[in-house]
Nanobody
Framework: QVQLVESGGGLVQAGGSLRLSCAAS????????MGWFRQAPGKERELVAR????????GYADSMKGRFTISKDNAKNTVDLQMNSLKPEDTAVYYC????????????WGQGTQVTVSS
């Protein structure tokens, strides 16, 4: 099975930046789509960004476009999420996920990392 471990969360002031990292182990990640999701209290989990193995197919949720950047390092088996111009509404638990490219939903999830943005 695949193990995903997120890191980099914390407390930041509005307008600040954080960089989240997801370390993957246990399987090769060829043919996996990697993604970041987030879930705020009382709200549904939502997709933040996704990236394919080669890094040439990237997508973002509308509210994150222009502020967040997803990237990956296949040699290190990591996928990062650079978050800039953070807003209080970005406060959530952020999860790393991996989806086999033919699947509709993620197959593996990390434990999550808390991001809190103060106003």
């Amino acid at each position: 099975q695949v193990q995903l471990v997120e890191s980099g969360g914390g407390l930041v002031q509005a307008g600040g930046s954080l960089r989240l990292s997801c370390a993957a182990s246990g399987r090769t990640f060829s043919n996996y789509v990697m993604g970041w999701f987030r879930q705020a209290p009382g709200k549904e989990r939502e997709l933040v960004a996704r990236i394919n193995w080669s890094g040439d197919n990237i997508g973002y949720a509308d509210s994150m476009k222009g502020r967040f950047t997803i990237s990956k390092d296949n040699a290190k088996n990591t996928v990062d999420l650079q978050m800039n111009s953070l807003k209080p509404e970005d406060t959530a638990v952020y999860y790393c996920a991996a989806r086999w490219f033919t699947r509709a939903k993620p197959d593996y999830w990390g434990q999550g990392t808390q991001v809190t943005v103060s106003s």
